[in-house]
C-alpha cells in the first residue's frame, strides 16, 4: 500500500481553516492515524482511527473519511500548529505518509 | 510521569554496530506493544520494528531485516535495539514509542514517544 499526501506544503495564517489529504493506494478502512511534528521535537498523535481524537488534543483538530481517502483539518490555525503532519496506514504493513508543512504566510 | 527515554546513538562507521536502549516509566510496560521509529535528516518518518509485550511476535522494515534485532526486557522496563552491518542510510533520529491498540479494533497507533537518539553513520 502507497501512502500520498497533499499538498506537499502551504502556507497559511493565524485563524485560517487548512485541510490536508492522504491518499492510499487501495482501501485501509480506518485505519488511518494522523500525527503532528514541530521541528526539533518528536512527533506527536492527533488522530486515530481516521476521525477519533486523541485525548488532550485541541478540538480545532478533526479527520474524516474511510477506504481511500482521508482528511486532516484545523478549523482555526494556531501559531503553535506550524508543524509538519504525518498520516500513517495500520491495515498492512505499516507506512507514513511522506508529510505535509504547514508554514506562515 | 509517563515517559520514553532512548540512549546509545552516536557517530559508528559503514558495517559497524550500535546498540540504542529505551527506559521506559510511568506505565505497566510490559501491557503494551512497543516499536521503533526512525527519521533520516530532513526526511519523513519510518517505522523500524514493533515488539508484542512478551517480545516473541517482532516485525522488521524490510531494510533491516537480518541486520537490526529488537528485543525488551519487560523487567528492567526497557526496549533494545541491536544495529549491525551499519550503512550510511541508516543514519537518523531513532525513536522509542509506544503502541496502542484500542477496543473497538480501529488500528494502532503509537500514543508515546521518546525525544529520539540520533545515529550517524559515516567514515
Known amino acids: 500500500i502507497q501512502m500520498t499526501q497533499s499538498p506537499s506544503s502551504l502556507s497559511a495564517s493565524v485563524g485560517d481553516r487548512v485541510t490536508i489529504t492522504c491518499r492510499a493506494s487501495e482501501s485501509i478502512s480506518n485505519y488511518l492515524n494522523w500525527y503532528q511534528q514541530i521541528p526539533g521535537k518528536a512527533p506527536n498523535l492527533l488522530i486515530y482511527g481516521a476521525s477519533s481524537l486523541q485525548s488532550g488534543v485541541p478540538a480545532r483538530f478533526s479527520g474524516a473519511g474511510w477506504g481511500t481517502d482521508f482528511t486532516l483539518t484545523i478549523s482555526s490555525l494556531q501559531p503553535e500548529d506550524f508543524a509538519t503532519y504525518y498520516c500513517?496506514?495500520?491495515?498492512?504493513?505499516?507506512?507514513f505518509g511522506p508529510g505535509t508543512k504547514v508554514d506562515i504566510k | 510521569e509517563v515517559q520514553l527515554v532512548e540512549s546509545g546513538g552516536g557517530l559508528v562507521q559503514p558495517g559497524g554496530s550500535l546498540r540504542l536502549s529505551c527506559a521506559a516509566s510511568g506505565f505497566t510496560f510490559n501491557s503494551y506493544w512497543m516499536g521503533w521509529v526512525r527519521q533520516a535528516p530532513g526526511k519523513g518518518l519510518e517505522g523500524v520494528a514493533n515488539?508484542?509485550?512478551?517480545?516473541?511476535?517482532?516485525y522488521y522494515v524490510d531494510s533491516v531485516k537480518g541486520r537490526f534485532t529488537m528485543s525488551r526486557d519487560n523487567a528492567r522496563n526497557s526496549l533494545y535495539l541491536q544495529m549491525n552491518s551499519l550503512r550510511a542510510e541508516d543514519t537518523a533520529i531513532y525513536y522509542c514509542?509506544?503502541?496502542?491498540?484500542?477496543?473497538?479494533?480501529?488500528?494502532?497507533?503509537?500514543?508515546?514517544w521518546g525525544r529520539g537518539t540520533l545515529v550517524t553513520v559515516s567514515s
Open positions: 500513517q496506514q495500520t491495515y498492512r504493513t505499516p507506512l
Open positions: 514509542a509506544r503502541l496502542v491498540v484500542p477496543p473497538p479494533i480501529v488500528g494502532w497507533f503509537f500514543d508515546l
Open positions: 515488539i508484542r509485550q512478551d517480545g516473541n511476535q517482532i
